[in-house]
């Protein structure tokens, strides 16, 4: 099995900044895909940004120039910086990799436990 533990998320004005990290734990074999999403009240998940083993990264529009996602691959852990937060940034953010351990050596989506980000105006 793989754990995800977030953290980094709170409370912050708009235009301010939030780091989450997101580090994985247990038996693993191998990550590949790693990446971030969110989810305001009443609204369905939304991908925010993605980061493959290569590095190369994708994001959705309404963060790019304001968001980056990076990981270190030595400590199973995936980043995202949010610059320029704005109050439509309020969400829970999830974290998600796509891993495979050393029991199953098939890469399976595991999901973080939720970290909360308020972004007042």
């Known amino acids: 099995q793989v754990q995800l533990v977030e953290s980094g998320g709170g409370l912050v004005q708009a235009g301010g900044s939030l780091r989450l990290s997101c580090a994985a734990s247990g038996s693993i074999f191998s990550i590949n895909a790693m990446g971030w999403y969110r989810q305001a009240p009443g609204k369905q998940r939304e991908l925010v940004a993605t980061?493959?083993?290569?590095?190369?990264?994708s994001s959705a529009d309404y963060v790019k120039g304001r968001f980056t996602i990076s990981r270190d691959n030595a400590k199973n852990t995936v980043y995202l910086q949010m610059n320029s937060l704005e109050p439509e940034d309020t969400a829970v953010y999830y974290c998600?990799?796509?891993?495979?351990?050393?029991?199953?050596?098939?890469?399976?989506?595991?999901w973080g436990q939720g970290t909360q980000v308020t972004v007042s105006s």
């Open positions: 998600n990799m796509m891993a495979s351990t050393l029991l199953v050596r098939v890469p399976l989506s595991y």
């Open positions: 980061i493959t083993n290569g590095g190369r990264t």
